[in-house]
Antibody, heavy 116, light 110 residues
C-alpha cells in the first residue's frame, strides 16, 4: 500500500515562492506519474502538474509560467515550487499518485495561506 | 478552472439511487475516459473509479461508472448517509496535455 507524506511552509507573503515536498512510501516509484493538485477553500480541485521518475513533466497551462516540479528518485520524493504567489494561490495543496488522470493515492494535504 | 461540467448539486433519499454526470468533449472524456473521486469535508479525495469503470480494491460495488460519448456517469445505489459528499470527475485532455477536473457535485442524502 503506497503512502504519500507531504510537507512545506504553510504561510507565505505575496511574491514569495511556495515550496512543498512529497515523499512516497511503498509501491513502485518508477511506474507512475506523480501529481500536485490544489483546492482553494470551499472550491473545486485544480491540477497543477505532474512528473515521472525520470523527470518528464506536464504542467497546467494556466500555471506553467510559475510552476516547477522536480523529482529525487533516489529518495522517492518529488517537489513543487510556485513562484510569485498571491492570495489567489491560497489553497490546500495535495500530492497524489496518478494513473490515467486519476489520483489513486493522495497525501494528507497542506494548507497554504498567502497573506501580507 | 473546471474543464468538465458537473451539476452543482444532487439530492436523493436514503436507499435510493443517484446518478451523477460529467460532460466533457472528444479530447478528454470522449477520448480518454473519466475518473470519479469522492471527497468528504476536510479530507483528501478518494478514488472511486478510473478509465470509465475500473473500481479500485475496497470500493463498494454500490459505486459504478459508465460513459456514453462525451458524458461520464457515476451511479450510486442504495444511498447511505456516509455517501453524502462532494464528487469530482477528472480526465486527461489530449489537446491541452493536461489533467482536467469537473467543478464537483455536492450529493445530499435526505
Amino acid at each position: 500500500q503506497v503512502q504519500l507524506q507531504q510537507w512545506g511552509a504553510g504561510l507565505l507573503k505575496p511574491s514569495e515562492t511556495l515550496s512543498l515536498t512529497c515523499a512516497v512510501y511503498g509501491g513502485s516509484f518508477s511506474d507512475y506519474y506523480w501529481s500536485w493538485i490544489r483546492q482553494p477553500p470551499g472550491k473545486g480541485l485544480e491540477w497543477i502538474g505532474e512528473i515521472n521518475h525520470s523527470g518528464s513533466t506536464n504542467y497546467n497551462p494556466s500555471l506553467k509560467s510559475r510552476v516547477t516540479i522536480s523529482v529525487d528518485s533516489s529518495k522517492n520524493q518529488f517537489s513543487l515550487k510556485l513562484s510569485s504567489v498571491t492570495a489567489a494561490d491560497s489553497a490546500v495543496y495535495y500530492c497524489a499518485r496518478a494513473v490515467a488522470a486519476a489520483g489513486t493515492d493522495w497525501g494528507q494535504g497542506t494548507l497554504v495561506t498567502v497573506s501580507s | 478552472q473546471a474543464g468538465l461540467t458537473q451539476p452543482p448539486s444532487v439530492s436523493k433519499g436514503l436507499r435510493q439511487t443517484a446518478t451523477l454526470t460529467c460532460t466533457g468533449n472528444s479530447n478528454n472524456v470522449g477520448n480518454q475516459g473519466a475518473a470519479w473521486l469522492q471527497q468528504h469535508q476536510g479530507h483528501p479525495p478518494k478514488l472511486l473509479s478510473y478509465r470509465d469503470n475500473n473500481r479500485p480494491s475496497g470500493i463498494s460495488e454500490r459505486f459504478s461508472a459508465s460513459r456514453s460519448g462525451n458524458t461520464a456517469s457515476l451511479t450510486i445505489t442504495g444511498l447511505q448517509p456516509e455517501d453524502e459528499a462532494d464528487y469530482y470527475c477528472s480526465a486527461w485532455d489530449s489537446s491541452l496535455s493536461a489533467w482536467v477536473f469537473g467543478g464537483g457535485t455536492k450529493l445530499t442524502v435526505l
